[in-house]
């Protein structure tokens, strides 16, 4: 597999360039992969700004992503196999490991983040980080698996039981991904809460009752529907001191929040209703195998809409202006970079 390849190479704070680089060769363990379709999400965005504590530079950026096996060692995929990728790589070693914790393992590395990920044509990644793909699932929908794995967590997580009236707070990506478990889950009705316009349309589209955050208020809004108790389970997808309180006080006495967005530094929240409401606080990180797993059979069965949620799709030139556009959040909401388009 000699020749080249051109690849987004990450060079350090605010620095990104397209560069012809050396096209990886398979190793022991190994598999290439023709690159169909790779996800930016939040994470790239603290890459990009140089803000993420494991990031080293020059990396290839891109964990959530789909594409073509090109060659796998004791050929253990066939060539031309569609392919998505769960891109953690937890350490097998540790006390969170042994205790069968892997996505949270203590060295937890992804694909990505850790090692070079998908913002390039092809990418050079471990057997067993490999998922082999049905050819009617389309590749562009395959992307979303990743970030649909952290819905499908969390809605498990939560005790959310067929007939709950539910909210999740933000119409991000994994927000309108969560979403869609929860009502698959059989939530009867599901509030979605956001501030971007075009975020709201798309969560309308989706058939969601929205909350346009700004113009009407998330907490009188989700007690009056509820006849004031609040409702059972709430996911918390924004990642803000705002919508943390918010989700404090719509949570009904018993209920719990489903933390799924990272604040990026530390937020100031009033526990006075989570101790005399008896609130729970239910933090998630990533997936586990099975919801991995959950995903990519929710995505073959079509149950989802895997496509309203991509606003833009671009060629790997781009990677930081989607980077931008997806955390300006107004105008976009999930943007794919197709690296070999
Ligand atoms: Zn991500
Ligand atoms: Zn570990």
Not at 158 to 185: E, I, K, W, Y
Not at 291 to 311: M, Q, Y
Request: with cysteine; glycine share 10%.
């Amino acid at each position: 597999m000699a020749g080249t390849m051109r690849a987004a190479l990450w060079l350090g704070p605010e620095e990104v360039a397209v560069r012809e680089v050396p096209r990886p060769t398979v190793g022991p363990g190994q598999a290439l992969i023709k690159v169909a379709y790779s996800g930016i999400c939040g994470t790239d965005m603290m890459i990009y700004l140089g803000k993420h504590p494991r990031a080293k530079a020059p990396l290839v950026m891109g964990h959530e992503f789909s594409g073509l096996v090109v060659e796998a060692d004791l050929n253990a995929f066939a060539p031309g196999t569609p392919v998505v990728v769960n891109p953690l790589l937890p350490c097998g070693t540790c006390d969170a490991c042994r205790r069968g914790l892997r996505h949270v393992c203590r060295n937890l590395g992804l694909v990505g983040i850790d090692a070079d990920g998908g913002f390039a044509e092809y990418a050079l990644v471990p057997l067993h980080t490999l998922r082999p793909l049905p050819r009617t699932l389309p590749l562009g929908e395959a992307a979303l698996i990743e970030p649909l794995a952290v819905g499908v967590h969390a809605v498990r997580a939560s005790d959310l039981r067929p007939g709950d009236v539910t909210a999740v707070l933000g119409a991000g990506p994994v927000g309108l991904l969560t979403a869609q478990t929860a009502r698959l889950a059989g939530a009867r009705r599901v509030f979605v809460s956001e501030r971007s316009p075009r975020r709201l349309a798309i969560a309308r589209a989706l058939g969601f009752e929205v909350i346009e955050v700004g113009r009407r208020d998330v907490v009188s809004t989700v007690l009056e529907a509820t006849g004031g108790e609040g409702v059972p389970v709430v996911f918390e997808t924004a990642g803000a001191a705002e919508t943390v309180n918010e989700a404090a006080q719509i949570a009904r006495i018993g209920g719990q929040i489903v933390q799924v967005g990272l604040p990026k530094g530390p937020v100031s929240v009033d526990l006075t209703p989570f101790v005399f409401h008896e609130v729970r606080h239910t933090p998630i990180r990533v997936y586990r195998d099975e919801d991995f797993e959950s995903a990519i059979a929710l995505a073959v069965a079509g149950v989802f809409d895997l496509r309203t949620p991509v606003t833009h799709i671009l060629g790997l030139g781009d990677l930081p202006k989607g980077i931008a556009l997806a955390h300006e959040t107004t105008e976009a909401c999930k943007v794919l970079i197709a690296p070999s388009a």
